[in-house]
């Protein structure tokens, strides 16, 4: 009988790797419907296949664009334009995320844990039903069940968005130069897919209901959105598509987008060649059988609610990753919560995810890290005359010489003032924002203080100094 | 490097024409005086570029501006972006290869920016009404500097020291060769360059040499980066030599000529093999070490102790000389890391003591670094041989990885010296003494971290950590594989 069963749209190998270290059972069930347009991926889940790492590589190629320009001031000479040829770059990228999928099915075949690729949904207490994209049948029972099936890009519900509108889904494969496109929503994924496009060349315009990266600290969201339009993207705020047409078929085509206005009774039409939707994502929760076994879900969202322990309101199925309600849709959130679990459940261990100070960092063309309090949620919190807030812009040195973006980057830190100048919240907006903000994430974790802040010296000359 | 004059802390009279005069107008010494100046004292600035063998003089601002961390982070970058150019391609982006560099160029952009930092210090000052003099002069008595500008006026003013490349006193070693002090002022390529070395300054010029696509050749007589964690020194450097920079171990120069074709003809001695070799460059540029101008400042007619064997100045907790209104800061004093953080720090907590009501000592353990090599090397605290000489191999615990940065997946780069360890105690609470990371960014990835080490930070705290995806930096928070257990430390996919 096989001891756990992981139900996977979004797969996390350490977790399958921690428990068949302690000799347990072990069985993956993962299965990608394919979107809309007939795309599909391997084994790895959501980062692997069509976020983060696609995201990260893409987001490489458009700064090597600018390094290009940068290198002529710093001395290297070479023709004056230099294009873009998506398909290469396409191709590397899906050739290493290929390398990844393999590397998990042998990883997998070592631990001895049994990989199946199927649809899996429960149908009776402790069985699963799996069923393969041949549409062959078979049953599974396990001793425990651990749900991680993520989620899936979100449609808008008008007329043309299946037929002709691509997600992130669709994007880090696409065969063809995605052309001018139009980026709907004001996510971290509308933002960040903008932002490379535009960085590779493309005439890319981004339509936003309201605010940008909803959830973040709103300054630098706005700081954000200047910089992108500051570099050449177009933003149209205040409205929403309505109806996506065809002009012309083709790879890409021609699409034209008739959008309203949030505020009134104002219709606007663009043409465009792709139409990117990047509105939200909802969870997979609805279709794998869950209320035959009485896992509670949240109606409206999808989400599925679990005690600290990843525990759902049956006890012998657990959950993790982006379906969960109220915790961050991060892949090394999801890796920590599994391996923590594993460890309770079969290692004597009693740690728990500590999903408090999660570091996170946006890679739009301007990175944004943070960890933390934004400023309107510490103020919401302790009160405007409980915190105090140092910031400071910078010049990083590298981008003196090419006389590029003075006064952009932007650092602030907001401290608790009756706790004794606790740091609470850090963000920085500058190149590397990632790499920068981890150390303080694990400074935070130990509590620093700003005094503490302050008598750390800095490393110079980098970005990062200006925090310290 | 600075020195300060503080007389009585009563309005200057007669005797005293400031209440604080600095001698060196680097990093430690503006720092310090413009922190002065904010509690309203009258402070003065001296400082005076003594032109280097070869000629080459700079403005106001010190090493750290003109002939140290910011050309050399400049000239780094244009070597990173050599290498940039070349992953372009593979993430799409169409350049006839190769592609090629143009040393004038980069030297003049450079070089100016260079200027309108000199200019924006002489501002700073100026704003807040520091007086500054470009002159250079010496102690004649323990209150009275006699300055001496070009034409040899005299002044009530301090003298400039300096912290010099030091030349190796082989045959044509002075008139031959240059230091880092004329590298980065060069108008025209350096061409074929043998660098003499095996310090940072070495190091960080060969390798953007190297990657600005001159053929570059760095001879050492024993280890490199003495001081840092070996086992760190070795990847950087197995990782120039896999970069193109060539080098000569445990070789030592036995002298310089000059040929008729203007090349430097090169003889050394291979200590190894026990033979003489010999090459021909364009330029040698010698990197074995800095050493304090102490002896013009006259230093031991007003009793301030240096230290006998390096020269530096001997300095207590407070900054404090053995004479007791004259302190020092930054490379000239003896036992303090050379760094312009530091220094600058030091600069800022003196002037609060000294004028405020602060009575914070600079603290200066866990001071964190970054080696700018093509690989970069940043570290934090202790290396691994000096916790094993602390606290015994026994009792410290060696968390390790080799890892490879997504950029450097699709560009098909060697990752193989990519690597990061955190050196702990074992005991209960596993403290954390040291973290050394080799990889792109290094700098930014550390500072962080050593934050976190000031904190306290323990392995379980880092263990608790969530780490960002995707980055290198996450991969710290990651570090499960001891030394000790001899497994395989290579981190798997994602």
Request: net charge negative; aromatic share 8%.
């Amino acid at each position: 009988m096989t001891v756990w069963l992981f139900l996977c749209k979004s797969f996390i190998i350490t977790k399958l790797k921690e428990a068949a270290k302690y000799e347990k059972k072990v069985m993956v069930l993962d299965f990608v419907t394919p979107t809309p347009l007939g795309n599909s991926w391997g084994l790895g889940g959501t980062c692997v296949n069509v976020g983060c790492i696609p995201k990260k590589l893409m987001h490489q190629a458009a700064l090597l664009g600018q390094a290009l320009e940068d290198s002529r001031k710093f001395g290297w000479q070479f023709t004056e334009e230099v294009k873009h040829n998506w398909m290469t770059m396409t191709e590397s990228v899906q050739n290493y995320i290929g390398s990844l999928n393999w590397g998990y099915r042998v990883a997998l075949r070592e631990k001895k844990v049994t990989y199946e690729n199927a649809y899996g949904e429960f149908v009776g207490p402790h069985t699963v039903k799996a069923t393969n994209k041949r549409g062959v049948e078979k049953l599974y029972t396990a001793e425990r069940f651990l749900i991680a099936t993520g989620e899936r890009p979100r449609y808008l519900g008008i007329p043309g968005d299946k037929e002709y509108c691509i997600s992130s889904d669709d994007l880090f494969s696409l065969p063809y130069c995605p052309g001018k496109t139009l980026v709907v929503g004001a996510s971290y994924v509308a933002l960040e897919c903008a932002g490379f496009l535009a960085g590779l060349g493309l005439d890319v315009t981004v339509m936003v209901r309201s605010i940008l990266l909803r959830g973040f600290d709103q300054d630098i969201a706005n700081k954000i959105g200047e910089y992108m339009e500051g570099h050449g993207i177009n933003f149209i705020r205040e409205f929403v598509p309505i109806k996506v047409e065809q002009i012309e078929e083709g790879t890409p085509g021609r699409l034209k987008v008739i959008a309203k206005s949030t505020k009134g009774n104002q219709i606007i039409e663009g043409e465009y060649n792709t139409v990117l939707l990047a509105i939200g994502r909802d969870s997979c929760t609805r279709k794998i059988g869950l209320d035959k076994v009485g896992v509670q879900i949240n109606e409206k969202t999808g989400k599925i609610p679990v005690n600290d322990e990843e525990q759902t309101n049956v006890p012998y199925i657990y959950a993790v990753g982006d379906i969960l309600q109220d915790k961050l849709e991060l892949t090394p959130v999801a890796i920590q919560a599994g391996r923590l679990l594993v460890q309770r459940l079969y290692a004597g261990a009693t740690s728990k995810c500590d999903y408090v100070n999660v570091p996170t960092t946006v890679f739009t063309p301007l990175e944004y890290g943070a960890c933390g309090y934004s400023e309107e949620t510490a103020v919401e919190k302790f009160g405007e005359e409980n915190i105090e807030v140092y910031h400071s812009h910078f010049w990083p040195l590298e981008w003196t010489v090419p006389s590029r973006d003075n006064n952009k980057c932007y650092a602030k830190i907001i401290c608790n003032i009756q706790d004794n100048e606790r740091v609470i919240g850090f963000h920085v907006l500058g190149p590397n924002a990632g790499e920068v903000t981890q150390g303080f994430a694990a400074a935070i974790k130990c509590g620093m203080t700003k005094e503490q802040l302050d008598s750390t010296i800095g490393i110079h000359p980098v970005c990062a100094e200006v925090c310290v | 490097p600075v020195l300060l004059l503080e007389p009585v802390p009563q309005n200057p009279g007669p005797q005293n024409e400031y209440d604080l005069l600095v001698i060196g107008g680097g990093s430690g010494g503006l720092a310090c005086a413009k922190e002065a100046a904010q509690f309203g004292r009258k402070v003065a600035v001296l400082d005076y570029v003594e032109p280097s063998p070869q000629g080459t003089k700079w403005g106001l601002g010190g090493t750290c501006v003109n002939v140290g961390c910011i050309p050399k982070k400049l000239m780094h970058q244009a070597a990173l972006l050599g290498s940039a150019l070349k992953d372009a391609q593979h993430y799409g982006w169409n350049i006839a290869q190769p592609v090629h560099h143009t040393w004038s160029l980069m030297a003049q952009a450079v070089q100016n920016y260079v200027k309108s930092l000199n200019w924006g210090h002489r501002v700073q000052l100026q704003d807040k009404k520091v007086k500054y003099f470009n002159m250079k002069g010496s102690f004649s008595d323990p209150y009275t500097i006699r300055g001496l500008t070009k034409a040899g006026k005299e002044v009530s003013c301090c003298v400039i020291s300096a912290i010099l490349p030091v030349c190796s006193q082989i045959a044509g070693a002075l008139e031959y060769g240059i230091t880092s002090d004329d590298l980065f002022w060069l108008k025209k390529s350096p061409g074929k360059t043998l660098v003499v070395g095996a310090s940072y300054v070495s190091l960080e010029c060969a390798g953007f040499l190297t990657g600005i696509g001159l053929d570059t050749t760095v001879m050492m007589r024993s280890i490199p980066l003495r001081g840092f964690d070996q086992q760190m020194a070795s990847l950087v450097t197995e990782h120039m030599e896999s970069y193109g920079t060539k080098f000569l171990k445990r070789c030592f120069p036995t002298k310089v000529e000059k040929l008729e074709s203007n090349r430097l003809q090169v003889t050394w001695k291979n200590t190894d093999l026990g033979t003489e070799e010999t090459d021909s460059f364009d330029t040698v540029m010698w990197a074995v070490g800095r050493a304090p101008d102490t002896e013009a400042l006259n230093l031991e007619a007003v009793g301030v102790k240096t230290n006998s064997e390096t020269g530096k100045i001997v300095v207590d907790a407070s900054e404090a000389t053995s004479v007791p209104h004259i302190y020092a800061i930054g490379d000239i004093t003896e036992g303090r890391p050379e760094l312009t953080p530091t220094a600058i720090a030091a600069g800022k907590l003196l002037a609060q003591r000294l004028f405020g009501q602060s009575s914070e000592l600079m603290d200066y353990d866990n001071v964190p670094t970054t080696v700018f090599t093509p690989l970069e090397y940043g570290c934090v605290g202790l290396s691994e041989e000096m916790a094993v000489r602390c606290y015994g191999s026994d009792n410290i615990e060696v968390y390790h990885a080799y890892y490879k940065p997504l950029e450097f997946t699709v560009a098909e780069r060697d990752a193989t010296q990519c690597y990061m360890k955190v050196v702990c105690l074992r005991e209960r609470e596993q403290r954390i003494l040291g973290l050394h990371f080799i990889g792109p960014n290094a700098g930014e990835v550390i500072q962080g971290f050593a934050l976190g080490i000031k904190c306290g930070a323990t392995y379980p705290q880092l263990m608790k950590t969530i780490g960002i995806h995707p980055t290198c930096a996450e991969e710290i928070t990651k570090l499960h594989i001891t030394k000790r257990s001899g497994l395989d430390a290579t981190v798997t996919g994602c």
